[in-house]
């Protein structure tokens, strides 16, 4: 049985997030790194751009040599199994055991795969969340001239619109009534709509898929309405959920994802949780649930490595941001963007060609969410306001309607607390 001081399961931003805080008050003790995958640290963001010819290496964030120069030991290619989290144990696909004495969980999340009629033993379906899946869909690309994307969210567009920009015709059917529902309000998802039909794009809204026809190679989709759509593909991009399935018959506690306290640990004593697996703080209504974003996991496992070497360090919490870079048009979002209820205040400012659009969306003074289409440049001033919980009250309407927001129109408390304050925990605004 091989050891480590600290193993992490996972390799991507938290890994490298917690590598870092482990670092910096612990410089010699032992890392290893177990991951399924054959790259180092890689944007998922960028996967698209891997469909549309981008070498593999170009999407490393961290590659295999930031491993080496941390001291870090890596297995990569190699799937965890096992974790017996009373004796301090992991196993790995091939049997072999490893002791730990601080364990992070970074293993993120798996794509939300519908039962569909039909889809068993069809070669051209996919799904679209890690490098794995990008390869296969490129490999393919050859073999497809039309596609259907079951899902309008953040993955959905933006493969649709890859493939799109590819030549293939490319079809959208979304269960919800609008694209992007969790990202974007109703008119500025009406705008992203508007400009991806613009690019040729075809959408289904209030509908899914019920069947896919043909036998080893697809001829169409049936859909609940009754429509029949032919295409030779089909790309399953619902979402993602928290991976728990290594946590199954452990003490670790997973409800919708891994439960874990200010200081990025689980119920179980040395074992931490970082990235798409965990349910932390979103700032904007104070609740814990699952924020699968780049950022927020680099922090989550910045914070955690901090304090599995000892430290004492709370999480501060995160917020969802979204940023729809492939578009024409810049689209950028933060915070609640659809109120849950009549309790919030919002106020918004569009052109009549659609080419700026700014919506804020306040609770008693306070932002707590916004979206920007055009002009993106002050979304970073923005979300500072909604993390410093700063009584806009007085700016409201001079932040809606100033294309480009800078700090010298904020107020001077915010700029004070922006400018004097100490981070601890290394991560900004």
């Given at each position: 049985?091989?050891?480590?001081?600290?193993?992490?399961?996972?390799?991507?931003?938290?890994?490298?997030?917690?590598?870092?805080?482990?670092?910096?008050?612990?410089?010699?003790?032992?890392?290893?790194?177990?991951?399924?995958?054959?790259?180092?640290?890689?944007?998922?963001?960028?996967?698209?751009?891997?469909?549309?010819?981008?070498?593999?290496?170009?999407?490393?964030?961290?590659?295999?040599?930031?491993?080496?120069?941390?001291?870090?030991?890596?297995?990569?290619?190699?799937?965890?199994?096992?974790?017996?989290?009373?004796?301090?144990?992991?196993?790995?696909?091939?049997?072999?055991?490893?002791?730990?004495?601080?364990?992070?969980?970074?293993?993120?999340?798996?794509?939300?795969?519908?039962?569909?009629?039909?889809?068993?033993?069809?070669?051209?379906?996919?799904?679209?969340?890690?490098?794995?899946?990008?390869?296969?869909?490129?490999?393919?690309?050859?073999?497809?001239?039309?596609?259907?994307?079951?899902?309008?969210?953040?993955?959905?567009?933006?493969?649709?619109?890859?493939?799109?920009?590819?030549?293939?015709?490319?079809?959208?059917?979304?269960?919800?009534?609008?694209?992007?529902?969790?990202?974007?309000?109703?008119?500025?998802?009406?705008?992203?709509q508007s400009l991806m039909h613009g690019e040729g794009i075809e959408f289904y809204l209030n509908d899914t898929v019920e069947e896919i026809s043909g036998n080893k190679e697809i001829t169409g989709v049936s859909l609940k309405s009754g429509k029949v759509i032919p295409c030779q593909a089909v790309i399953t991009a619902i979402g993602v959920i928290?991976?728990?399935?290594?946590?199954?018959?452990?003490?670790?506690?997973?409800?919708?994802?891994?439960?874990?306290?200010?200081?990025?640990?689980?119920?179980?004593?040395?074992?931490?949780?970082?990235?798409?697996?965990?349910?932390?703080?979103?700032?904007?209504?104070?609740?814990?649930?699952?924020?699968?974003?780049?950022?927020?996991?680099?922090?989550?496992?910045?914070?955690?490595?901090?304090?599995?070497?000892?430290?004492?360090?709370?999480?501060?919490?995160?917020?969802?941001?979204?940023?729809?870079?492939?578009?024409?048009?810049?689209?950028?979002?933060?915070?609640?963007?659809?109120?849950?209820?009549?309790?919030?205040?919002?106020?918004?400012?569009?052109?009549?060609?659609?080419?700026?659009?700014?919506?804020?969306?306040?609770?008693?003074?306070?932002?707590?969410?916004?979206?920007?289409?055009?002009?993106?440049?002050?979304?970073?001033?923005?979300?500072?306001?909604?993390?410093?919980?700063?009584?806009?009250?007085?700016?409201?309407?001079?932040?809606?309607?100033?294309?480009?927001?800078?700090?010298?129109?904020?107020?001077?408390?915010?700029?004070?607390?922006?400018?004097?304050?100490?981070?601890?925990?290394?991560?900004?605004?």
């Open positions: 049985m091989s050891k480590s001081e600290y193993v992490i399961v996972g390799s991507n931003v938290a890994a490298v997030g917690a590598i870092d805080g482990i670092r910096k008050h612990d410089k010699k003790s032992s890392i290893l790194t177990i991951s399924f995958e054959s790259l180092g640290s890689y944007s998922k963001a960028m996967l698209a751009e891997y469909i549309e010819g981008a070498n593999a290496q170009w999407l490393e964030f961290r590659g295999k040599d930031y491993f080496k120069k941390m001291g870090v030991d890596c297995l990569f290619g190699r799937k965890v199994t096992g974790l017996d989290s009373d004796k301090s144990i992991l196993t790995t696909d091939n049997g072999e055991e490893i002791s730990y004495k601080k364990l992070l969980l970074g293993v993120g999340g798996v794509p939300f795969k519908p039962v569909i009629k039909g889809a068993e033993g069809k070669e051209l379906v996919f799904t679209f969340t890690d490098l794995l899946d990008a390869e296969k869909i490129r490999e393919a690309l050859p073999r497809f001239n039309s596609a259907v994307v079951i899902g309008a969210g953040f993955t959905g567009t933006e493969i649709a619109y890859t493939l799109n920009k590819l030549n293939k015709k490319v079809t959208v059917v979304e269960l919800g009534d609008r694209v992007l529902v969790k990202a974007l309000d109703p008119r500025s998802s009406e705008i992203a928290p991976n728990g399935e290594l946590i199954k018959n452990t003490p670790v506690k997973f409800d919708r994802g891994l439960d874990v306290d200010d200081y990025m640990c689980t119920n179980v004593p040395n074992v931490y949780g970082a990235g798409d697996v965990v349910k932390a703080l979103d700032i904007t209504d104070g609740l814990k649930r699952s924020l699968p974003l780049w950022p927020l996991a680099f922090q989550q496992g910045l914070v955690a490595g901090k304090n599995m070497a000892g430290g004492r360090y709370p999480y501060a919490g995160g917020l969802p941001i979204n940023s729809l870079k492939f578009l024409k048009v810049p689209i950028l979002s933060a915070g609640i963007t659809t109120p849950p209820d009549a309790s919030y205040e919002v106020i918004y400012v569009s052109d009549p060609k659609g080419t700026f659009y700014r919506s804020l969306v306040l609770k008693e003074g306070r932002l707590k969410g916004f979206v920007t289409i055009g002009e993106i440049d002050g979304a970073g001033v923005l979300t500072g306001l909604i993390r410093n919980k700063i009584d806009i009250s007085g700016i409201k309407t001079k932040l809606l309607n100033k294309k480009k927001v800078g700090l010298m129109q904020m107020p001077r408390e915010w700029r004070n607390r922006i400018f004097t304050r100490r981070d601890e925990t290394d991560y900004h605004d």
